[in-house]
């Protein structure tokens, strides 16, 4: 089915960064297992925006296939400053910890300068990235540092700040994911959030929520401490609640040491199987195509739509965990979840165009049911499953807060059954066609097992004014699949129609969808998609949501004299002094 839609003048190509790396390859972290602990540490090279050979790499490579990309500004990324790839490697850290190295308990994070332990985004990265690249970068380096607090909450991996250096901005935000913080008491090392009085902007990776959220930092004291572009240092800072400690420079490592080993002699009982290791995903990307194994994303630049499907494993379903843990990466359910999670960062990244997504599945509905049951069964709590279920929940809530519209469109070839029910119940609309053989079946993962950043299951989110709608709706699954016309009632179709009619009435609704303002979109979605209890997850989302595609587009921080286009040079900003 193709969509038309009124054309809009083509945007300068947006620079193709890759979201796959290795240990081996990492140009800015070092990672060393030791047994329970393990060292991350930082050392950023000085070069971004441009590789060795000169070529626009968007900050962290080119991805094959595609219009060309801009040329990207040179940039240095003094002060331990990070762009995308420097995080795009402390993601793929992490991730390597769960996956291969679980036997690790406690995570020193540091760096390797003396007198720096981070400065936060580059400044000129922000200056020079386009409006989509700034709100997405920001929105990747949120998911990371949740991602950072989810391997603590659910893997019992303790992650300590050893923040040897000055700490400032997106350097003390990546300290505030971690569990503790350390500071060097050197009479010059601070922590600081100088985003406003430095930027005109704010500090965009949950800073200021985290500092009230989590550390309890007291309201006046925080707001003192965000006006403050120098920071605090020494026992202020500790009395403040800004960091957990602070140690003088010629005991710093000794007592890094003892406070990693207490982390980890106090990290969570559970389970910690033998690691695997994760092999590169290796997709064929060409101009409307991105294939892996068992993720197709289709492309439609002209209508500003696409098509991702996810396909069900066509051989056996693993028994136990055991059978799982043979199968290792390889597995399905393992390798489908990598597959969607960097479609969804190209999609963000490369295509910031498409604005509709449709959310399609295909294969044998009773295997994908099976492999929900396999990872919310008797062998769930096994290191394996446990991660691969984590994995899966990383993934969905990733999709959710991925700025397109998204329809879930089922018909007899459809497969939302298992883990792959989520999408059906992710998706902002669904189109069912009413015909025999179209089927889904939610199953025991739908229960809670997944639960989206406001902390409920989809089926809750959706029902949250009827919690008895929810337990029909899993009532059903138990007795099997639901036809389509069960569905519909049960209220899991937005639309049903027949033959006649489904395929007009997805093409109609489509490219309405695609004909409105992708501004408007993106905050009517987000307000619709995590009702319910509010979170730190949620609170930092909308918050992101709200003040990016604001502040950041506000002359007072990014027009010809405002705060950000202007850092590093010698003119003051000059401010628009209404307040809105």
Request: charged share 25%; with cysteine.
């Amino acid at each position: 089915m193709r969509y038309f839609v009124a054309r809009m003048d083509k945007p300068e190509a947006a620079p193709r960064p890759s979201f796959e790396t290795h240990p081996s390859r990492y140009r800015h972290w070092t990672l060393a297992v030791e047994g329970e602990i393990a060292r991350l540490t930082m050392k950023v090279q000085p070069i971004g925006g441009q590789d060795a050979e000169g070529e626009a790499d968007g900050g962290a490579g080119l991805a094959g296939g595609g219009p060309e990309p801009q040329q990207a500004k040179a940039y240095e990324l003094k002060s331990n400053s990070y762009d995308l790839p420097v995080d795009v490697e402390l993601a793929d850290a992490v991730q390597r910890l769960r996956f291969t190295h679980p036997q690790v308990k406690a995570v020193v994070v540091t760096s390797a300068h003396d007198r720096i332990f981070c400065a936060g985004a580059n400044i000129y990265m922000l200056a020079s990235s386009t409006h989509p690249f700034k709100v997405n970068f920001c929105k990747y380096t949120n998911e990371t540092r949740l991602y950072l607090e989810e391997a603590s909450a659910q893997s019992g991996i303790r992650f300590l700040a050893a923040c040897n250096g000055a700490t400032a901005g997106g350097g003390y935000e990546l300290a505030l994911a971690c569990d503790e913080i350390v500071l060097v008491d050197d009479g010059s090392s601070t922590v600081s959030l100088p985003e406003v009085p430095l930027l005109g902007v704010l500090p965009g990776t949950g800073g200021l929520t985290r500092v009230v959220d989590k550390r309890k930092v007291r309201r006046d004291l925080a707001d003192a401490f965000s006006t403050l572009a120098e920071g605090i240092k020494g026992k202020r800072a500790v009395e403040w609640g800004l960091v957990d400690a602070v140690v003088p420079r010629s005991k710093f490592a000794e007592a890094i040491l003892q406070r990693a080993n207490a982390l980890a002699a106090t990290a969570p009982e559970v389970a910690r199987g033998p690691g695997i290791e994760l092999d590169a995903l290796e997709p064929r990307v060409s101009e409307d195509r991105i294939e892996y194994r068992h993720v197709t994303l289709a492309l439609d630049p002209r209508a500003r739509v696409a098509t991702l499907t996810v396909r069900a494993l066509e051989g056996e379903v693993p028994k136990d965990a055991a059978g799982a843990l043979a199968r290792g990466a390889a597995g399905w359910a393992i390798r489908a979840a990598r597959e969607l999670d960097d479609a969804l960062l190209r999609l963000r990244f490369h295509h910031e165009t498409i604005g509709l997504v449709l959310l399609r599945t295909e294969g044998d509905r009773a295997k994908a049911h099976a492999v929900g049951e396999l990872l919310a069964g008797p062998d769930r709590n096994q290191w394996i499953l446990r991660e691969t279920r984590l994995l899966w929940q990383r993934v969905l809530r990733r999709l959710e807060v991925t700025a397109r519209s998204l329809f879930a469109v089922v018909d007899q070839k459809s497969c939302f059954a298992g883990p792959l029910f989520e999408l059906l119940a992710a998706a902002d609309r669904s189109y069912f066609l009413d015909a025999d053989g179209v089927e889904v079946r939610p199953g025991p993962l739908s229960e809670g097992l997944l639960p989206g950043w406001n902390g409920l299951s989809r089926l809750e989110t959706r029902f949250l004014g009827g919690p008895a709608r929810t337990k029909a709706v899993i009532a059903a699954g138990r007795e099997g699949p639901i036809d389509a016309a069960r569905a519909d009632r049960l209220g899991l179709a937005t639309v049903l129609a027949d033959d006649i009619d489904f395929e007009e009435e997805l093409r109609v609704a489509v490219e309405e969808r695609a004909s409105l303002s992708p501004d408007a979109l993106t905050g009517m979605e987000a307000s619709y998609r995590f009702p319910g209890p509010e979170t730190l997850a949620t609170k930092i989302f909308g918050r992101l949501s709200a003040w990016q595609n604001w502040i950041f587009i506000r002359p007072n921080a990014t027009g010809e004299t405002g705060a950000l286009s202007l850092y590093g040079k010698p003119e003051r900003p000059r401010f628009d002094w209404r307040r809105t």
